[in-house]
């Protein structure tokens, strides 16, 4: 039995407890500029630490935002305080914010941040609560108040305590600026963990065990007989009708996109069969028709412990980690290559039908060999090109996107897609979790061409650049596309993402 203490969660607990930690005579130090400033570092430190609550859309991973971040980022603010009192300049709000707001950025909370996205979205928080605005109050009729209330022109900390006592006690996800649904994204991760943990303390025992565990034959045909049903429907349904089918080699004279499509076909076949062979012998030691092996052995203990082995994913990036959803979306993917991808090949028109990016092991890479095919169309350099996308495809079609490809089946978090405007705006607390965005249109361009990343009729939009990633753990990223939004801060807060495959 473990016992652990953790600290209530919420952003009014947080403060609370940043509030505690502090004594008056530190905090009343100064004028009540410095106060204020302080406070306000005490809540971006409490909605940066609990942001990470709804991991992996609050942050794409757990961060270590600590009290020596907000102990730097008060001494900053002292002594940047005492230095604006020494310049006295007019009209001056007595703190540079600029080297406040880069001193966090750089060396404080940003440097934490090894996200792109997620470095993105500190950015954005920062230039939200450093501003003089913010220390005049005033509430403004849209987005995300920070803080939530005017601050006190007083050196007292009581009456700071006093603001953060009003705070509710649950946070809200519109408080943070996250999606109204949100929560909900939260619960059913939450739901998934634990169903993985219960999977982990009914097999962990025995597969950790001892040595005899290692070939306890009648685990390994309880634990793993619903993998060898399920990739046995598989080879019987599927995949029985694609055997005739052969994957030719990659010649000199191959474009680099129908040389990319061989490629990932053949690994494809070639883990179909590794997976094949190695769940046909297991089943055999099961049925005790063939004798154990160290390789087998560790094979089984993997997918005993909800794992997937070492070997059957190193050369599959984004693999899935659960066993069951590995195999069906190995099966998915074997299906899509050798069916409809093959036949592309052997018909020269790879790109010419819409593209759903989750039919192979690699997308990035398919998008790379894009991107190089259309450099030598172009006669650039691959660096002198970027990456435009559309729903209107008639905007993609000229001389400067030789190769314009449809990317169909996207699936959008975060945010709602307004099919009458084509641009991204704020979901509701009733809107599904996630929505299949219409075809997407997207070709690598000059950068001197079309200096844009993206093309729209929509007037008075806004541009968002999203990150594109493999699942919704985003942990692997794929690309990155520009689209049309109402409100490019609120997208930025939401942390919308793009995703290939809802259910992997």
């Known amino acids: 039995l473990k016992v652990t203490y953790e600290a209530p969660p919420g952003v009014k607990k947080n403060m ?7 004594n008056q005579n530190w905090f009343g130090q100064g004028n009540d500029l410095r106060s204020r400033v302080i406070f306000l570092c005490a809540h971006f430190h409490a909605i940066m630490q609990e942001r990470r609550t709804y991991i992996p859309q609050g942050w794409t ?8 971040d907000l102990q730097s980022a008060c001494e900053t603010v002292s002594l940047l305080v005492k230095a604006g009192e020494s310049m006295k300049n007019p009209g001056s709000s007595g703190i540079d914010w600029v080297t406040l707001i880069g001193v966090l950025e750089q060396a404080v909370y940003g440097s934490r941040v090894d996200n792109e996205f997620d470095s993105r979205l500190v950015r954005e928080y920062l230039a939200m609560f450093f501003k003089s605005e913010t220390l005049e109050g005033g509430r403004r009729k849209s987005g995300v108040d920070v803080p939530a209330f005017d601050l006190p022109a007083s050196t007292n900390m009581a009456d700071f305590r006093a603001r953060v006592d009003q705070l509710p006690d649950l946070d809200n996800p519109a408080s943070f600026g996250m999606a109204p649904n949100a929560d909900r994204s939260l619960q059913r991760i939450n739901s998934t963990k634990a169903i993985a943990s219960l999977r982990q303390l009914a097999t962990g025992g025995a597969s950790e065990g001892s040595h005899s565990a290692a070939v306890d034959i009648k685990l390994w045909r309880t634990q793993l007989a619903p993998l060898f049903t399920i990739w046995e429907n598989v080879n019987k349904g599927q995949l029985s009708k694609l055997r005739g089918i052969d994957i030719r080699p990659v010649t000199p004279d191959d474009s680099p996109t129908v040389a990319f499509v061989l490629m990932d076909a053949a690994e494809a076949s070639r883990l179909g069969e590794l997976v094949t062979t190695a769940l046909t012998t297991l089943q055999k030691v099961v049925n005790g028709t063939a004798l154990s092996t160290p390789d087998l052995q560790v094979q089984a203990k993997a997918l005993i ?26 099966a998915k993917r074997i299906v899509a290559l050798k069916g409809d991808w093959i036949r592309r090949v052997q018909s020269r028109d790879v790109t010419g039908q819409p593209v759903s990016l989750s039919d192979f ?8 060999a894009l991107r190089q095919q ?12 970027h990456l435009v996308s559309t729903f209107e495809p008639h905007l993609l079609r000229d001389d400067s996107s030789p190769l314009p490809i449809t990317v169909q089946e996207l699936i959008l978090e975060g945010c709602a897609f307004d099919e009458s405007k084509r641009i991204l705006v704020e979901g509701q607390r009733t809107s599904s979790l996630v929505s299949v965005l219409p075809p997407l249109t997207i070709a690598w361009m000059s950068k001197v061409a079309h200096p844009e990343r993206t093309a729209s009729s929509a007037r008075a939009a806004g541009t968002i650049s999203l990150p594109v990633y493999a699942s919704l753990t985003r942990e692997r990223l794929i690309a990155e596309v520009e689209l049309s939004t109402d409100s490019t801060r609120q997208r930025k807060l939401n942390a919308a993402a793009l995703f290939l495959t809802e259910n992997e």
């Open 16 to 22: 609370l407890r940043t509030l505690e930690s502090w």
């Open 61 to 68: 991973k757990f961060y270590e935002f600590s009290q020596s």
């Open 305 to 330: 412990r909800g794992e997937v082995p070492e070997s059957w994913a190193s050369t599959w990036p984004s693999a899935p980690e659960e066993p069951s959803l590995y195999l069906q979306g190995l």
């Open 361 to 368: 092991l690699r997308p990035d890479v398919f998008l790379n």
């Open 374 to 385: 259309t450099a030598r169309r172009l006669a650039v350099s691959i660096d002198n090109l």
